[in-house]
């Protein structure tokens, strides 16, 4: 049995669509496991960049199996957005996306409510996908599940169920809850007719794979800072993005996880709201976000930058039994002459080595900083880790102390092929 977890261990778009595509390359079938289109998972196609939702980064590659575990939340819509927009590049994904009939739809009252909910007390900065209400509604057990959503004989019982609960909230904001329920009833005619196809037991599925000997990539969406349980609670996902989801997410137990890896990026970024200890305010961070190209794939939104915070990738190296790293966008810190890196928070006299729970010291601590040169020569033409200027180097070996996980692979432009093995001997799938 082979698998390997790929998950972030930030705030998010570490790089997880490119590096799932580079390991997709030797994998049979990639599976998503949580999260929904919120998630925005860039590749390059034909030399064009462009952002996946909600289908595995493995789909560029025409014999590979593509699964939607049932840990996802799926906006139909979104769905059939996505499929077309592939068929546009002339890349079909009949008779290999598979989709759990035990996921959730993100029907429309769950973007309407995720609009309401950020006008609240608390601001979380969503990506208004309707994921949060879609994953609460889920706990609240009154979700419609895939299967659900095809089945004629209850789903507009199910539906009048999750709207009652909603009622008083969408009429206080002037939504017309009749003309929302003939909507949904009237696109769900053609969506069904889309979907059903798509629609199978993918835990079963993946469970003939690995009997078969098949190989398998999880691909996670958002980060471990955005895990509901392990990080920055409330500013967070409704979803575990930690390689504990792919268990529940995909219908597996542990023993089908043969090792994780995690993708972190050289410097930290964080879009919406929430604590950020090495944020920076200055012309560094405007030279990230630019050298980056920090701009949200699903959102557009300038993604705030900082400093590589240890603290923080230290504690999704423990919380996701990560194995190896590989080190995202090392390219874009070419030029910087002084490189922080964050070992430790400092908060009202007391320091803090491992990440902290209390939101008021995750607001308010302060970062620990050791300072290493930087470095001046480009990186893009590198065949191996020898091929790296010295403070590069040293740049690598200091935060894989730090993190306490080796970084095995090293990524270094946004394509598939710029992307090498920094330690020998590690085979991952
Ligand atoms: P994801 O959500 O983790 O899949 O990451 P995103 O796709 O949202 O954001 C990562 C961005 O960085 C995308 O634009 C990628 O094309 C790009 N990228 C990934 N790895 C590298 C890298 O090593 N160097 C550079 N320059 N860009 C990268
Ligand atoms: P990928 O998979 C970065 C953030 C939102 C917001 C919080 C909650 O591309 O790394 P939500 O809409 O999920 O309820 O928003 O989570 N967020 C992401 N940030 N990358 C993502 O996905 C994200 N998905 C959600 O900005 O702060
Ligand atoms: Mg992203």
């Not at 139909?76 to 592939?86: G, N, Q, R, T």
């Amino acid at each position: 049995m082979k698998t390997l977890l790929v998950l972030g261990t930030q705030w998010g778009d570490e790089g997880k669509g490119k590096v799932v595509d580079f390991f997709a390359q030797k994998a049979d079938y990639v599976v998503r496991y949580q999260g929904g289109n919120n998630a925005g998972h860039t590749l390059i196609y034909e030399n064009t960049p462009f952002a996946l939702h909600l289908i595995p980064s493995g789909i560029l590659f025409k014999n590979k199996f593509c699964l939607i575990g049932n840990g996802v939340v799926v906006d139909i819509k979104s769905l059939k957005e996505e499929v077309e927009f592939l068929k546009s590049k002339k890349i079909s994904v009949t008779g290999r996306l598979f989709i759990s009939q035990q996921a959730h739809v993100v029907l429309p009252y769950h973007i309407l409510v995720d609009k309401v909910s950020e006008q609240g007390a608390i601001k979380i900065g969503t990506t208004g996908r309707g994921i949060g209400p879609a994953y609460a509604d889920k706990a609240k057990r009154i979700g419609i599940r895939v299967i659900d959503y095809l089945e004629d004989e209850n789903f507009e019982d199910l539906l009048d169920n999750a709207l009652s609960d909603k009622l008083a909230l969408l009429s206080a904001s002037g939504v017309n809850i009749k003309k929302l329920k003939s909507d949904i009833c009237r696109d769900r005619k053609d969506l069904v007719k889309f979907l059903k196809p798509f629609v199978c037991d993918t835990s079963l599925m993946i469970d003939e794979a690995i009997k078969k000997n098949k190989k398998i990539l999880f691909e996670s969406a958002q980060g471990s800072l955005l895990d509901l349980d392990t990080g920055t609670y409330p500013f967070v996902t409704s979803s575990n993005p930690v390689a504990g989801g792919a268990c529940t997410g995909a219908g597996i137990g542990p023993d089908k996880i043969s090792s994780v890896l995690g993708v972190v990026k050289a410097y930290t970024t964080r879009v919406g709201e929430g604590p950020f200890v090495t944020e920076l305010f200055d012309k560094t961070g405007e030279y990230l976000r630019q050298q980056g190209a920090e701009f949200g794939a699903t959102t557009g939104r300038p993604r705030r930058c900082g400093w590589f915070d240890a603290v923080v990738v230290r504690h999704s190296v423990r919380v996701n039994g990560i194995q190896n790293l590989l080190l995202t966008k090392l390219d874009c810190m070419r030029g910087i002459k002084e490189i922080k890196i964050c070992t430790a928070y400092k908060y009202k006299g007391k320091t803090y080595t491992e990440f902290p729970a209390s939101r008021i010291i995750e607001k308010n601590a302060k970062p620990v900083y050791e300072t290493m040169p930087g470095f001046e020569e480009s990186i893009s033409k590198i065949k191996s880790f020898a091929d790296l200027p010295k403070n590069a180097k040293n740049y690598i070996l200091r935060l894989e102390k730090l993190a306490q996980a080796p970084i095995s692979f090293l990524s270094y432009g946004p394509k598939r092929q710029e992307t090498i093995a920094i330690k020998k001997g590690v085979k991952l799938l």
